[in-house]
């Protein structure tokens, strides 16, 4: 038997001797990574009249976002913090409001009281609103 014929051979037999689930294919590690969705959310804020709103556990950055403005009710509310798959708190001090994310609320509520103390080079910043996704 010649070499290749034999060398042929043992690739085959490698082959069939892995069990098919042994092999991983681009098409189902994109099924696992797609059967966890992304769950959206959003922080909408208005200073001057100290409304807000949250929006979270949407398919659709943009209908959290839509759910956040129309939670807090102002006219002129914005949208001061979009999140995904985590946490999102919002803390105000006495110039400026500062948001941001977090694995958890803990988390989030801890940066973003920090990140306002700093801005406002001062502590005494307040948790104004906070918001999870699944």
Known sequence: MAAWHKLGLLVLAL???????????????????????????????????????????????RDASLAALRQCGHRQCEVVHKFRNGCAALADGP???????GATRDEAETKSLRRCGELNRSASCTLVAWACTR
């Open 95 to 101: 110039k400026v409001q500062a948001t941001a994310s």
């Open 15 to 61: 082959v069939f001797a892995c069990p098919p689930s042994a092999v991983a294919t681009p098409s189902k590690q994109a099924k696992k990574i797609s059967a966890t969705p992304n769950r959206f959310g959003a922080v909408a804020y208005h200073r001057p009249s100290q409304s807000w709103g949250v929006g979270y556990d949407y398919g659709r950055a």
